[in-house]
Every structure is written in C-alpha cells, then in structure tokens.
C-alpha cells in the first residue's frame, strides 16, 4: 500500500487496485485540496483508470473545489461513503450538477462500496 497526504487534510491510498480517499473529520475541502488531490491520483497511479473510494463523512466542501473532478485517465468510477443525511446531500449534488468522467454512487457502508468499485458492469 502506498500513500499520500494531501495538505494535512487527508489522506490518499492506493491498495488493492482501488484509491482510497480519507478526508479528515470536520475539514474543509478547498480547490487546492482538491488539485493536490488530482496530483497524488498522478503520482500514485499506474497510468490506467482505478475506482476511487472517497470518504464525505463529516466534511466540508466549498463551491471551487466541487468544480474539480479527477480525470477519466485516473478514475474509471467513484464511490462516495458518507453515513449522514447532509453527506448524502452532498453526493445528490455532486451527481446532479457536474458532469463526472466516470459513474458515481453513494453508499454508507464500506463493503457494497467496495464489492460495486470491483464489478465490471
């Protein structure tokens, strides 16, 4: 397992063929948290697309930084873990808003996000 932090905000893993996304509770995600972000995605990928887990509970995101989105040459799909009603209000956002490089599903319990980031279909 390899990892990256990102500005003492989080942390960005790469195990088992999967990213693995954890912000720290009750941070603040900026635009250059989430440009670092795209950097470490760079810096620890193989130079093919690999699911992203990333962990919302508890975390704040301003308006820049959910403009930026990884990019399909990173991400070939994304799970968003989150355990409250205003995490997945977040992710409902996220969904209805931008246009991501890749699918996107919410989930608040680890194991059927991880079974849907394996799957093919």
């Not at 990102?6 to 900026?30: F, P």
Request: glycine fraction near 8%.
């Amino acid at each position: 397992m390899r990892s990256i932090s990102i500005a003492d905000k989080g942390t960005l893993e790469l195990s088992d063929g999967i990213y693995r996304l954890r912000w720290n509770q009750g941070v603040t995600v900026e635009l250059e948290d989430t440009e670092r972000l795209v950097a470490g995605l760079d810096a620890l990928g193989d130079g093919k697309p690999l699911p992203l887990l990333i962990q919302v509970g508890g975390v704040t995101f301003t308006y820049a930084s959910r403009k930026v989105s990884p990019p399909a040459a990173h991400v070939s799909r994304i799970a968003l873990l989150g355990s409250s009603p205003v995490d997945q209000v977040i992710a409902l956002f996220l969904f209805r808003f931008y246009q991501l490089p890749c699918p996107i599903k919410y989930f608040t319990s680890l194991r059927p996000a991880l079974a849907w980031l394996r799957s093919r279909d």
